[in-house]
Structure formats: structure tokens, C-alpha cells
């Protein structure tokens, strides 16, 4: 079965702190993987997206990494600001199959910074 | 437009009346999602369209859901006899097409969502 899980479910960091937040995948076959930053009160919006090919990529101070072999991925954010706070959700892509649009989607990391 | 529009962005209902709720899709983009997100939880897929037809309706949790979309743009979700734990967000989203393959094109935008109340 198709499943993208992810971790902590929650996480509080200080203003200035780094944090990495994990996400394993058993999406089969594999087509790319997802990061989506959403807002309280909004829609998620695309960090990053990455290939089979692609280990790591960055989009400003958030780093995003991919072991196919293990199917896992990293979310590492550097320097947090306050801003940072919102949910982070990992999807994955499914090279083919239909159900869902061939997407999967993680619960989300609900992520808090404090002052 | 820009991006993508829901309509209307709040809805109060009361239990057992029907409610529609509007999708207006980035031009041009061919697939168009819905999700439900309830409080704390993740996104629950509904269903998708490509173009006007609806390959997966498989989210669909009852009859009393339907969906449409007309003309390859705008899409209408309507729930009949509304229940409160339908209370939710309802999210859309569209891409350039379905999501098959890498690369920036594959991207889905999403809507601000339609939160939904049902008392």
C-alpha cells in the first residue's frame, strides 16, 4: 500500500534554531517527492520537488534531502524564523496508477517557533 | 487568473441543506484537485479531474458528495444533507496536467480552501 508517513507529528524550536523534519515513503514506483510549506488558514505551497536522481535541494535556508534506497526524505531549516511556523507536508508522486491523481500525502509536521 | 480562487472562503450551514462550493483553476492548468482537510489532520484526497472528466472519485466518502467541472475550467463540489462531521477545509488545487513525472510543470497550486461548518 501506498503510504507517506511523517515525523515528529509536532515540534517547537526556538527563533534561530535549525530543525529537520523526516518523511518515509513506500510509493511504489517512485516518480519525485514533495515538500509543501502551508500557512494557517491557507493553502500549502511547493518548497521543493525532487527527482529519483536528486539527493539534495535547497530553496533558501530550507535544505531538502532523498535516499531512494531508503526512501526517505529530509526537511532541514536553518536559522528558523518565526515565520517558519506552519505545517509541513510531504508528498510523493507515484510514477503511474491513477488513484489519487498519483499523488500521496503526508499528515504534516505541524512546526512552532518561538520567540 | 493569478492563482487559484475558492468562493466563498467561509461557509455556516445548518445540517441536512445542501452547499456548493466553487473552484476557479489556474487558465489553462488541464487537472484540478479536491481535498478536505479536517482541524489537525492531513489532506484527504476527494477527487480529480482531467479536463472534464473525473478519472478518480475514489475520496468520495458518500453519495452526498459530487463534483463537476465544466468547460475544462471552473469546478463545483456540492454536498447534499450536509453533516456536521462534514465541518472541514475544502481545498483545491490544479496543475499544468497529473502529476506523472519530475519537474516544475507537475507543480500543484493550491487554493486558500473553503472552510465549511455545519451546526
Request: charged share 20%.
Amino acid at each position: 500500500k501506498n503510504q507517506v508517513e511523517q515525523s515528529p507529528q509536532s515540534l517547537i524550536i526556538l527563533e534561530g534554531k535549525n530543525c529537520t523534519l523526516q518523511c518515509n515513503y513506500t510509493v511504489s514506483p517512485f516518480s519525485n517527492l514533495r515538500w509543501y510549506k502551508q500557512d494557517t488558514g491557507r493553502g500549502p505551497v511547493s518548497l521543493t520537488i525532487m527527482t529519483f536522481s536528486e539527493n539534495t535541494k535547497s530553496n533558501g535556508r530550507y535544505t531538502a534531502t532523498l535516499d531512494a534506497d531508503t526512501k526517505q526524505s529530509s526537511l532541514h531549516i536553518t536559522a528558523s524564523q518565526l515565520s517558519d511556523s506552519a505545517s509541513y507536508i510531504c508528498v510523493v508522486s507515484a510514477l503511474r496508477g491513477g488513484s489519487q491523481g498519483n499523488l500521496i500525502f503526508g499528515k504534516g509536521t505541524k512546526l512552532s517557533v518561538k520567540p | 487568473g493569478a492563482g487559484v480562487s475558492q468562493s466563498p472562503s467561509n461557509k455556516v450551514t445548518e445540517k441536512g441543506k445542501d452547499v456548493e462550493l466553487r473552484c476557479d483553476p489556474i487558465s489553462g492548468h488541464t487537472a484540478l484537485y479536491w481535498y478536505r482537510q479536517s482541524l489537525g489532520q492531513g489532506l484527504e484526497f476527494l477527487i480529480y479531474f482531467q479536463g472534464n472528466s473525473a478519472p478518480d472519485k475514489s475520496g468520495l466518502p458518500s453519495d452526498r458528495f459530487s463534483a463537476e467541472r465544466t468547460g475544462g475550467s471552473v469546478s463545483t463540489l456540492t454536498i447534499q444533507r450536509t453533516q456536521q462531521e462534514d465541518s472541514a477545509v475544502y481545498l483545491c488545487a490544479s496543475s499544468p496536467r497529473v502529476p506523472s513525472g519530475g519537474g516544475a510543470k507537475n507543480i500543484q497550486y493550491f487554493g486558500a480552501g473553503t472552510r465549511l461548518s455545519v451546526l
